[in-house]
């Protein structure tokens, strides 16, 4: 009886003793879940995401819906000074939809700068428990991104949404008990890549009967992972993945495709990102008869800003228009708009 009641009380003692462990585990992981009562100071925390939608190859830098969707937020606080961890707080799927919620940081951070890092739509690992851990975190997903052009035109594919993050660097917290307000824009770690490709008007005066279409379109040179956080410089990944893609027409005569691509940085003209558009012209303008067709490739860097440098976040316009064969030009202008700003360039390339 007596050391039955010892190990029942050794097994109180035990449980007690990991109940307290879990909750203050708890409170540095995931912070408060419902009122404040924690003595130390309040942060008001908000995210701000992209504005209104826009169509389909729009010069407009908007977001889609479903690219500016955000589903779950982890909020990170970190002392400035040390970069040692503060708090982790996965907010409440009510504060996610609020866009904002008030947290509480541990008692005795007030006096002390802190990092904020928010991270949108991607599950940061239990096991990073350092500001320099967190930056160095890497999206990989690349596949997931992208697919067919209904799917990437309709829906975010990959599950759980775009991977968004951003952070406030060195906010002095409050002292008056009244919560510091930090704002935090959110930015998406993919570039986005549309590619318009149509028939010029002067096809059909120099080529009259005949028709030319895009049989598909294929990019390389790019990274297949990044950084999270742009703030987190790494080795240059390497540049050899690839993907095709089938275009969306109308009519066929104009066709539409769209990639999801992760940032890099200057390159080399003889590394920027490379399109390659697969074209058929049809002597007779009948598709279904085959001996008079013939295949072609029209080769396109994309220059961006002037380096080959990818944006994370970026929106880049690439607008063809094929003229004829092999013999003809092909004009291109690539239209680079940052979601803050817009840069255009304009090129005609010889075939």
Same mark, same amino acid.
């Given at each position: 009886?007596?050391?039955?009641?010892?190990?029942? $009380? /050794?097994?109180? $003692?035990?449980?007690?003793?990991? +109940?307290?462990?879990?909750?203050?585990?708890?409170?540095?992981?995931?912070? @408060?879940?419902?009122?404040?009562?924690?003595?130390? #100071?309040? *942060?008001? $925390?908000? =995210?701000?995401?992209?504005?209104?939608?826009?169509? =389909? =190859?729009?010069?407009?830098?908007?977001? &889609? @819906?479903? &690219?500016?969707?955000?589903? !779950? *937020?982890?909020? /990170?606080? =970190?002392?400035? %000074?040390?970069? %040692?961890? !503060?708090?982790?707080?996965?907010?409440?799927?009510? &504060?996610?939809?609020?866009?904002?919620?008030? $947290? *509480? +940081? #541990? /008692?005795? %951070?007030?006096?002390?700068?802190?990092? /904020?890092?928010?991270?949108?739509?991607?599950? *940061? @690992?239990?096991?990073?428990?350092? &500001? !320099?851990?967190?930056?160095?975190?890497t999206d990989d997903s690349f596949p997931s991104y992208n697919g067919t052009v209904s799917d990437v035109m309709t829906q975010a594919r990959r599950s759980g949404g775009f991977t968004m993050s951003g952070s406030a660097n060195d906010v002095q917290l409050r002292t008056d008990g009244a919560p510091t307000d930090v704002t935090v824009p959110l930015k998406r770690t993919v570039a986005k890549v549309a590619i318009r490709i149509s028939v010029d008007p002067d096809f059909l005066v120099k080529y009259p009967g005949r028709k030319i279409k895009v049989l598909d379109v294929g990019i390389s040179r790019f990274a297949g992972s990044a950084p999270v956080f742009d703030s987190y410089v790494t080795t240059e990944v390497p540049m050899s993945n690839s993907m095709l893609q089938v275009p969306a027409t109308t009519d066929d005569k104009v066709w539409d495709n769209l990639f999801y691509m992760f940032p890099s940085g200057a390159r080399t003209s003889s590394t920027y990102l490379q399109l390659t558009i697969r074209a058929l012209f049809d002597a007779d303008g009948n598709f279904a008869t085959t001996a008079d067709q013939r295949e072609y490739s029209y080769t396109v860097d994309l220059i961006a800003g002037g380096n080959g440098t990818l944006l994370r976040n970026g929106y880049y316009r690439v607008d063809c228009s094929l003229k004829g064969s092999i013999d003809d030009f092909v004009n291109v202008s690539v239209y680079a708009a940052d979601w803050e700003s817009t840069i255009t360039q304009s090129n005609d390339l010889g075939l």
């Amino acid at each position: 009886m007596k050391n039955n009641m010892k190990k029942l $009380i /050794f097994c109180a $003692i035990a449980a007690a003793m990991a +109940l307290a462990s879990c909750n203050k585990n708890d409170n540095l992981q995931n912070g @408060p879940t419902s009122a404040n009562t924690a003595a130390g #100071p309040k *942060v008001s $925390i908000s =995210f701000v995401g992209d504005g209104s939608t826009r169509a =389909f =190859f729009d010069a407009s830098a908007a977001a &889609e @819906p479903w &690219e500016k969707q955000i589903n !779950t *937020v982890t909020v /990170f606080a =970190f002392s400035a %000074s040390n970069g %040692s961890l !503060t708090l982790r707080r996965e907010l409440l799927s009510s &504060e996610v939809a609020a866009g904002s919620a008030t $947290i *509480v +940081l #541990p /008692f005795g %951070s007030a006096n002390v700068h802190q990092n /904020f890092y928010v991270v949108a739509n991607y599950a *940061v @690992p239990v096991n990073v428990v350092t &500001e !320099t851990g967190l930056l160095a975190v890497t999206d990989d997903s690349f596949p997931s991104y992208n697919g067919t052009v209904s799917d990437v035109m309709t829906q975010a594919r990959r599950s759980g949404g775009f991977t968004m993050s951003g952070s406030a660097n060195d906010v002095q917290l409050r002292t008056d008990g009244a919560p510091t307000d930090v704002t935090v824009p959110l930015k998406r770690t993919v570039a986005k890549v549309a590619i318009r490709i149509s028939v010029d008007p002067d096809f059909l005066v120099k080529y009259p009967g005949r028709k030319i279409k895009v049989l598909d379109v294929g990019i390389s040179r790019f990274a297949g992972s990044a950084p999270v956080f742009d703030s987190y410089v790494t080795t240059e990944v390497p540049m050899s993945n690839s993907m095709l893609q089938v275009p969306a027409t109308t009519d066929d005569k104009v066709w539409d495709n769209l990639f999801y691509m992760f940032p890099s940085g200057a390159r080399t003209s003889s590394t920027y990102l490379q399109l390659t558009i697969r074209a058929l012209f049809d002597a007779d303008g009948n598709f279904a008869t085959t001996a008079d067709q013939r295949e072609y490739s029209y080769t396109v860097d994309l220059i961006a800003g002037g380096n080959g440098t990818l944006l994370r976040n970026g929106y880049y316009r690439v607008d063809c228009s094929l003229k004829g064969s092999i013999d003809d030009f092909v004009n291109v202008s690539v239209y680079a708009a940052d979601w803050e700003s817009t840069i255009t360039q304009s090129n005609d390339l010889g075939l």
